[in-house]
């Protein structure tokens, strides 16, 4: 069967079940599962971060990009570092307050962007917690501007492994 989608693309739709997988109403084969695809996040430890203050619950990793999504906590009056993002990053700020920069102020129930090349310094003076999606790495910067550590993948991976709170994480690009 055709369909032809709202932009004009027409696709073929597979309209029949083979063995062993699912089908969705009229006949169009789900994708086979190989484990979870739903993480219970009260399961899953806090891990220490690299920044004094902070602690992170990782959920995928991608090795392709060098990002990663987490939920972040920082705690309130936390001695955050001057970072800059070099790939893109987005949140969702589910608890507390923070600041990125001395103009703005988000709330819980704020969304924020910032693309890559952008360079702050998060501030909270309550504490909060963010679904974080990096989409590359970010580096710590020195008072003179020069990198001193680089959290990217890998990084993430190596710290939530040494808490033991890593199986359920999805790897992208493992290779």
Partial sequence: MK???????????PMTASA???????????????????VNEV??????????????KLFCVNYQTGG????????PGADTRVYKH?????????EG??????????TAGDYFYKGGGVVDRPRTANGCILFA?????????????????SVDATTMMQLARANRAHEHVAEVGKI
Avoid: Y
């Avoid at 062993?20 to 739903?38: E, M, N, V, W, Y």
């Avoid at 990663?68 to 705690?75: G, P, S, V």
């Fill in 68 to 75: 990663f999504t987490m939920l972040l906590k920082i705690e």
């Fill in 97 to 106: 307050d923070i600041r990125c920069n001395e103009i703005d102020r988000g």
């Fill in 43 to 56: 399961q899953v430890p806090w891990t220490p971060w690299v920044m004094p203050g902070t602690s992170f």
């Fill in 86 to 94: 070099i790939g893109a990053s987005e949140a969702f700020l589910l």
């Fill in 133 to 149: 999606m990096a989409h590359g790495p970010s580096v710590e910067l020195d008072p003179g501007g020069q990198v001193i550590l």
């Fill in 20 to 38: 062993g997988r699912s089908a969705a109403p009229g006949g169009i084969q789900l994708t086979p599962r190989s484990g979870k695809d739903f």
């Fill in 3 to 13: 369909t032809t989608l709202p932009h004009r693309l027409t696709m073929e739709v």
